[in-house]
């Protein structure tokens, strides 16, 4: 039989105060093992990151899909306007919708972390600003001033 307790008893740890370490833990019960309970324990801290770090790739990665998408659907444009289907003034109006908002700013500490995500996602180190631009939805000029920013801190480790 498996016993509760509260947990200011067995601890002593009064909940109202900051704890000095916060732990989350995991219980479980195997039946073939009887009575004995496992338990696993880690820092809340480190879980909540692990786990957070997997939910910003995530949301990156979509971002990425959907620039790549709207890559994919403006060259089909393109082709078509070539293909003599659109005249200029009509193609001028399809490219505008697809064209990088020059206010659209990502802060370069974000722009930082999404370079690398995608480097360590891709790991093709061949990747040009060009094409990094094309994914993330953002300036040229801007990707290749963040590399050489990363290229630089790589260089200093």
Not at 1 to 24: C, Q, V
Not at 108 to 132: A, G, K, Q, W, Y
Request: with cysteine; hydrophobic share 35%.
């Amino acid at each position: 039989m498996i016993d509760s307790y509260n947990f200011n008893n067995i601890t002593g740890y009064n909940s109202a105060a900051t704890p000095p370490l916060d732990f989350i833990a995991r219980f479980w019960h195997e039946s073939e093992k009887g009575d004995e309970i496992n338990i696993s324990a880690m820092r809340t801290k480190v879980f909540t990151e692990n786990l957070s770090s997997v939910f910003a790739e995530n949301s990156l990665l979509k971002k990425i899909v959907k620039n790549l998408w709207n890559t994919t659907k403006y060259n089909n444009e393109y082709i078509a306007y070539l293909l003599g289907q659109y005249d200029d003034k009509e193609f001028s109006y399809i490219a505008k919708k697809f064209a990088i908002s020059p206010s659209k700013k990502i802060p370069r500490r974000e722009l930082i972390n999404n370079i690398n995500t995608l480097f360590s996602v891709v790991e093709d180190e061949s990747l040009t600003p060009s094409e990094i631009s094309i994914m993330l939805n953002a300036d040229c000029s801007l990707i290749e001033s963040t590399m050489s920013i990363i290229c630089k801190d790589n260089d200093d480790e």
